[in-house]
């Protein structure tokens, strides 16, 4: 019996061993952020993330946002907002809105990522970058289908019944520019968090400070409505703290009576 027991007891110390090795050996060479069937399914996501990005543009060239508003006198204190903060110059306040969301926020946040480590392959950047892009796709589609759903009043129209109606004067809620901002920040943070990035502080800060100035432009530019850019800014959010998790397999839809639940752990 004692041969069995020293046996085991070796094997134990090797499994130990090579268990440390690896631990080591790891923490060396750079791992995918998500892991498990779903892992380096680069050409699945990328395709996903495409196919997302032309259902969300082939939606606004369907015009299909309603000529008349479902939602037209917006609450009190958004009334308050948009009186306090809406510029003179309105379209000045939405192209620098647009420059921030569409230029600045993404330039900074793919430059944080490559920067984290100079020894990453592009392989990895890809790995970085696709569920950011994937994020952003998702949030604008589900962004535009509120939209079209909704239908409320912009401020600049509701501040003007006679202003000549255009395609995009009941599309205020919910704003696709906060949406945006949050997406890449919360997508790309948590990113950061999950490889251990040095930069990840730097992700949240500008990240959240572009986002927020990208919200109180579209307000300044007479666009959103306060409640529309914190909505907006709640499903980015949402978006960049669920849609990585799902690509990493730590959420699961689990059947319930009469339904489904999400289990996960955050």
């Avoid at 699945?44 to 008349?68: E, F, N, R, Y």
């Avoid at 809105?97 to 926020?105: E, G, L, N, Y």
């Avoid at 799902?246 to 955050?266: C, E, T, Y």
Wanted: net charge neutral; charged share 20%; proline share 5%.
């Amino acid at each position: 019996m004692k041969f069995p027991t020293r046996l085991l007891g070796a094997l134990l110390v090797l499994v130990v061993g090579l268990a440390n090795t690896r631990e080591a050996h790891a923490d060396k060479e750079p791992v995918a952020w998500y892991h498990g069937e779903r892992g380096h399914k680069r050409i699945l996501h990328m395709g996903i993330t495409v196919a997302t990005s032309l259902a969300w543009l082939g939606s606004q060239k369907l015009h299909l946002d309603s000529p008349t508003c479902r939602w037209c006198d917006p609450p009190v204190f958004d009334r308050v907002v948009r009186d306090s903060l809406v510029w003179k110059n309105t379209d000045r306040a939405s192209l620098y809105s647009s420059i921030d969301v569409f230029i600045v926020a993404p330039v900074v946040g793919i430059t944080l990522l490559a920067i984290a480590d100079h020894d990453a392959s592009f392989g990895r950047l890809i790995d970085d970058v696709l569920p950011v892009a994937e994020t952003v796709a998702f949030a604008q589609l589900f962004t535009q289908m509120v939209k079209f759903t909704v239908g409320r009043r912009r401020p600049y129209a509701w501040a003007d019944p006679a202003f000549p109606y255009k395609t995009e004067d009941n599309l205020s809620f919910t704003s696709g520019h906060a949406s945006i901002g949050f997406a890449i920040t919360a997508s790309a943070g948590i990113i950061c968090h999950w490889r251990h990035y040095w930069t990840e502080p730097y992700v949240w800060g500008s990240g959240i400070a572009l986002s927020l100035t990208a919200e109180y432009l579209r307000m300044a530019a007479d666009k959103h409505w306060l409640s529309d850019v914190v909505s907006g800014g709640l499903i980015g959010l949402s978006a960049g703290l669920v849609i990585p998790r799902l690509l990493r397999q730590d959420i699961k839809i689990a059947p319930i009576p009469g339904g489904a639940a999400v289990v996960g752990m955050f």
